[in-house]
């Protein structure tokens, strides 16, 4: 694991993407984590060079400002955890709101790959961790990036960090 050392006065987030395959979705992703104080955790194999010139455009310039952290494999990051109670795996798949849940700074948000989002093994080890983003829509789910941005602006929101 490759950790770039702390950028963030005071961290609000950690989001985990597990295997993303997007790089255009993960340069987005690293630009909100710049916007909302998070750090990023890619976990390996992912689907694209971290050098890939797509994820540095979606990221723009703020790239250099992401704090980033690079896993192996799932089990790498999972080890590295602390409290694992404020780990939160995020699915299509579940009726548990995460509107129900009271964010705190440093929880742990989990997506899965774009095409598959969680993997049944994630899925059955951690039932009571899932949560889902509701809507009325007609719709099987969101884009990982976009979910990602719903997930973090509330939890910003939560901690009355804007207004």
Known sequence: M?????KYDELNFNIVLVEPQIPNNTGNIGRLCVATKSRLHLIAPLGFEITD?????AGLDYW????????????????????????????ARTDASFYKIDLQKGDYLVFGRESTGLSDELFHRFQSQLVTIPFPGKVRSFNLANAVAIVAMEGIRQLSLIE
């Open 53 to 57: 010139a797509r994820v540095k455009r």
């Open 2 to 6: 490759e950790n770039v050392t702390d």
């Open 64 to 91: 250099k400002d992401l704090e980033i952290c690079f896993h192996d494999h799932f089990e790498a990051w999972y080890n590295s955890v602390e409290d694992k109670s404020r780990v939160f795996f995020f699915t």
